[in-house]
């Protein structure tokens, strides 16, 4: 793998040059070093770089020895974030290639342990999963007193997705995001819930009014149950309300999925259904 550094090359150094014991590149190199060999915080860090210290320093100059988890605290606090998360999704892009198809999950999480003294709420970010890479290609903040709709368009505008389906859940169901997607040159899929109400109800009276084009069933057995699940799908959109600008619809089927779980082999089962999704969609 190629060296990261060469993506932070606009990162600002903020500190007072005659403050600056170690070199910016290196605190970098060993953090990604130490994070992507699963180190979590500055202390961990230390303790890596100390572990790998005769490996660092055959590429490292080191010209202080191995900086303190103080040090790491210090400096990443300092740094443009916005500058720093530039370079790290250019550097992450250059490493994970999308495959065409390649599922691009985004979904928003609330960050445990995040909650700052006397305020209530904990810090919320949405992130993109790539699942065939097993990576994440950027994450967004959710600003206080706002929502996952402010976010969502901001880290899409950050990734390259082209090739891609990105499937987000019904907070995302917005037409601006779909086309958004569309414009990045990707297919999505959207879950439809109340929050989009019209729209919901359409897509109900569709799966109790007409035949399904293709359904696809599949059996997961484990943890103690086995779940049997459906997804059927239509591509007739009658009865759904065109919008305005008919492309945003162009090319969209709905599908529905329910599961079936059984526990512990017991003849009763449960049965649940999910909500409907649109997608994806034909691209152009």
Not at 65 to 75: A, E, K, L
Not at 84 to 110: M, N, P
Not at 208 to 226: K, M, N, P, T, W
Request: glycine residues 6%.
């Amino acid at each position: 793998m190629e060296s990261p550094l060469k993506y932070f090359a606009e990162l600002r150094d903020p500190r007072v040059e005659r403050t600056r014991e170690h070199l910016l590149e290196e605190i970098l190199v060993i953090s990604i070093a130490a994070i992507l060999s699963g180190a979590n915080g500055w202390n961990e860090i230390e303790d890596y770089a100390h572990s790998k210290h005769a490996w660092f320093k055959s590429f490292l100059t080191l010209p202080s020895g191995i900086p303190s988890h103080d040090t790491f605290n210090r400096v990443f606090s300092a740094l443009d974030p916005e500058e720093l998360e530039r370079g790290f999704v250019a550097w992450v892009s250059s490493i994970a290639k999308l495959t065409a198809g390649e599922v691009v999950a985004i979904d928003g999480k609330a960050l445990c342990g995040s909650r700052e003294a006397g305020k209530a709420t904990l810090v919320h970010m949405v992130s993109a999963w790539a699942s065939a890479n097993n990576l994440v290609l950027g994450q967004r903040k959710v600003e206080e007193k706002s929502n996952e709709i402010t976010a969502i368009p901001k880290l899409l505008h950050a990734l390259e997705l082209a090739g891609a389906v990105v499937t987000i859940d019904a907070m995302g169901c917005q037409r601006e995001i779909a086309k958004q997607i569309i414009a990045k040159k990707a297919d999505y899929v959207l879950a439809v819930k109340d929050n989009q109400g019209l729209l919901a109800e359409q897509v109900r009276d569709s799966f109790l009014l007409l035949d399904f084009d293709a359904v696809s069933e599949s059996i997961d057995c484990g943890h103690g149950r086995v779940e049997q699940r459906r997804c059927s799908v239509i591509a007739d959109l009658s009865r759904i309300e065109k919008p305005r600008s008919g492309r945003l619809y162009g090319g969209w089927c709905v599908s529905r999925a329910s599961a079936m779980t059984r526990l512990r082999e017991k003849s009763s089962a449960k049965s649940a259904t999910t909500s409907p999704v649109f997608g994806p969609t034909r691209r152009g």
